[in-house]
């Protein structure tokens, strides 16, 4: 057979391809990564089903190698062109030499071009009648698609020839450089300097060799510094690609065209349909803890971006959401949630998506889920992580759009901190103007995600972001988490001024002192929080979480609505609780402010700051029934007078619900 040199060229252009390396045993040699048979779980094959470990390399796979013929494409490309050329049978009685092992590759391509001695016009010819989307094995280009969204890079290693393969190489919408191959040697003629005749191969390309597709792999690493590398193909020449030093870290056994009994056998995973790898790919499959007004209408936002087909590589469409069990209208809240795709109680008239899952079952809500969306009333959430607590991945990625805080006799905990000792996970926090029902409506809102690891933010922000719903991102979780939390507190005062009649001067009065006590109880709880000196865009209370949630939640929260029906119910002789106001105006939502109130004013009065915070603490004594509802708009002087601290009642309400979990009369309760 002749190499290429004087007379003799190939037909392919040599800068559409890899540069050639040093030879094989050196490269072998260096390649670090020396492959012992990985442990495929389950004994002996086939291993129709990928053990942990495989899955795992697979997921994280930085670049897969795939076999052409008879994987990426269902016929080997040289008997096809040998039935092309008439000489099918010839041609396969040496192809099958090969495969018993009864004669070298080299020699059998050597054979098989001798017997089909085409021309280049027979070439054209063959790929003129063999377009190349033709001879695609079916799911093989979305797979290859999904990878390369994915930032996996994608080869294709073959045993047969560019001539033939390049077309397919481009119909899968893989770089041709990213091709290892034969290529075939041609007479030119003399005068014209054009092809003439087929002089068999040039022996250089390492696929034309036994052990070729593993030294192929070992070349790529050379250049790229891949941690793991898979491969996929039909045949015991891709099997050896793990069996080399150097060589895959792991190979998947395709079947889907031939199934040949020692790949499959020996397969670290062996698979008939290329779906099977797709669907294997990782997705993010997101759980909503919650199913009130809020959960409800965020859990919105989330399906609407896990169905959108444009994200099927990256999200489980299906979204779980727990959902506290009660009846409503006779039948389960479930029940009703699966059937109907719509919260009736805690959000009617707003449709979830046919893929939210209503689950009563905490535990199985969060199963296999990457992403955790934490999103009932503060007071539950103790219990709720203590629940799942070893039941969730410790991979997934948490997000609290919770809105409150736990005092404990040791100081607060942020929700967000709550989640995290628990659970062990990294938790980021969603704050901001967000009253659930207008977002439920589609109104334009815009909210602030305060992270940790900007990765996740990242994730977040693509998972619940909308045309309506704009995201700005911001490292201070403490900042962003304290906004959310006080500002209920103000919405309360705010609800005073209305229920007392007053416009919106003395509101915008109300407000102003609430965000500088904010600010400042904020920073001397959490010197880490961002809080400029001036209106600055490194400040925290600027964002969404901050001046604007207060205003939204100030004329258009339920804790204003409650706070002003309590003094409007006071003026008129009529007094009552926030309890009583609560189930009849809210039909089972929660209040959030009187519970915080109550939890900040007890590290008011440890730490000795009730009179520094005088709005906070004039709230908490009408909340406490200690002051009548007009005393806000007097809250310098009322927090100064002397009476039995409200935070002693609180501190000790505190304490006794923790022991008992129990009610308190008229006032509402904080649950262990
Ligand atoms: N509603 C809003 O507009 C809004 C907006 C932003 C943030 N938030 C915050 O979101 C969080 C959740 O509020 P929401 O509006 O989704 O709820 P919600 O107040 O509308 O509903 C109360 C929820 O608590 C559940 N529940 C009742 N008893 C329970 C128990 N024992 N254990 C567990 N769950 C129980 C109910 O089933 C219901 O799902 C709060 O921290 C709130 O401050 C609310
Ligand atoms: O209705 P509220 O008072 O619980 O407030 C709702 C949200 O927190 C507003 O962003």
């Not at 779980?41 to 076999?67: E, I, M, N, Y």
Request: hydrophobic share 45%; net charge negative; aromatic share 6%.
């Amino acid at each position: 057979m002749r190499k290429v040199g004087e007379g003799v060229r190939s037909l392919i252009d040599p800068g559409n391809t890899l540069p050639h390396l040093p030879p094989p045993q050196e490269v072998l040699e260096s390649a670090a990564s020396a492959r012992t048979s990985i442990d495929a779980g389950g004994g002996p094959g086939p291993h129709l089903v990928p053990s942990d470990r495989v899955l795992k390399l697979w997921r994280t796979a930085q670049a897969v190698c795939f076999d052409i013929d008879c994987t990426v494409a269902k016929n080997d490309q040289l008997d096809l062109l040998a039935d092309f050329m008439g000489v099918g049978e010839q041609v396969a009685a040496i192809t099958n030499s090969a495969m018993d092992g009864s004669m070298s590759l080299e020699e059998a391509l050597e054979q098989r071009l001798a017997v089909i001695n085409c021309t280049p016009a027979d070439i054209q010819g063959f790929l003129k009648a063999h377009p190349a989307e033709s001879r695609l094995t079916p799911g093989a280009k979305e797979l290859i698609q999904q990878l390369q969204r994915r930032g996996v890079a994608v080869y294709l290693i073959s045993g047969g020839f560019r001539e033939l393969c390049l077309p397919i190489v481009r119909a899968l919408g893989v770089p041709p450089k990213n091709l290892f191959a034969n290529r075939m040697n041609w007479q030119v003629d003399d005068d014209t300097g054009m092809p003439t005749k087929l002089v068999g191969f040039d022996l250089r390309e390492p696929t034309g060799h036994q052990g070729g597709k593993p030294l192929a792999i070992a070349r790529l690493r050379e250049l790229f510094p891949y941690e793991t590398v898979v491969m996929v193909g039909d045949g015991i020449t891709d099997l050896e690609a793990v069996q080399e030093t150097g060589g895959a870290d792991m190979f998947v056994g395709f079947g889907g065209v031939v199934a040949r009994e020692v790949v499959m056998q020996a397969a670290d995973w062996f698979v008939t349909d290329f779906d099977v790898l797709q669907e294997s790919l990782p997705r993010h499959r997101v759980a909503m803890i919650g199913s009130g007004a809020w959960a409800c209408a965020a859990v919105k936002l989330i399906a609407e971006n896990t169905a959108n087909p444009d994200n099927v590589d990256k999200y489980v469409p299906e979204v779980r959401m727990y959902t506290y069990e009660e009846e409503v209208e006779g039948r389960w809240l479930t029940e009703l949630i699966n059937e109907r795709h719509e919260n009736i109680k805690y959000m009617p008239g707003c449709f979830l998506g046919a893929n939210v899952v209503a689950c009563s079952d905490l535990v199985e809500t969060v199963k296999d889920a990457t992403v955790l969306v934490f999103c009932a009333p503060h007071q539950f959430i103790h219990r709720m992580v203590k629940t799942l607590a070893g039941h969730v991945s410790k991979d997934a990625v948490a997000i609290s759009l919770i809105k409150g805080m736990r005092v404990r006799p040791d100081g607060p905990q942020l929700i967000s901190e709550l989640i995290r000792k628990e659970l062990g996970l990294d938790c980021s926090v969603l704050m901001g103007a967000n009253i659930a029902a207008d977002i439920a409506r589609g109104e334009l809102s815009e909210a602030t995600i305060a992270y940790s690891v900007l990765d996740h933010a990242l994730l977040l922000q693509d998972l619940f972001e909308r045309p309506s719903f704009i995201i700005t991102l911001v490292p201070d979780v403490v900042g962003a988490e304290m906004c959310g939390t006080l500002k209920n507190i103000v919405a309360l005062a705010a609800g005073f001024v209305e229920g007392l009649g007053y416009g919106p001067n003395t509101k915008a009065a109300i407000m102003r002192q609430g965000l500088n006590e904010m600010r400042r109880f904020a920073k001397a709880l959490y010197p880490t929080v961002r809080r400029a000196a001036a209106a600055s865009s490194d400040d925290t209370f600027f964002e969404s979480c901050g001046v604007a949630d207060l205003i939204a939640t100030c004329y258009g929260g339920r804790n204003r609505l409650v706070a002003r029906e309590f003094v409007a119910a006071e003026l008129a002789g009529a007094a009552t609780t926030f309890a009583e106001l609560e189930a009849k105006l809210l039909n089972g939502q929660k209040l959030q402010g009187v519970l915080t109130s109550d939890e900040v004013q007890a590290i008011l009065f440890r730490r000795g700051w009730e009179k520094d915070y005088p709005l906070f603490t004039t709230v908490n004594r009408i909340v406490n029934g200690q002051l009548p509802g007009s005393s806000i708009v007097e809250y310098k002087s009322a927090a100064l007078l002397p009476m039995h601290s409200s935070a002693d009642q609180s501190a000790d309400d505190l304490r006794s619900l923790a022991i008992s979990g129990g009610s308190n009369g008229g006032k509402l309760v904080a649950a262990a």
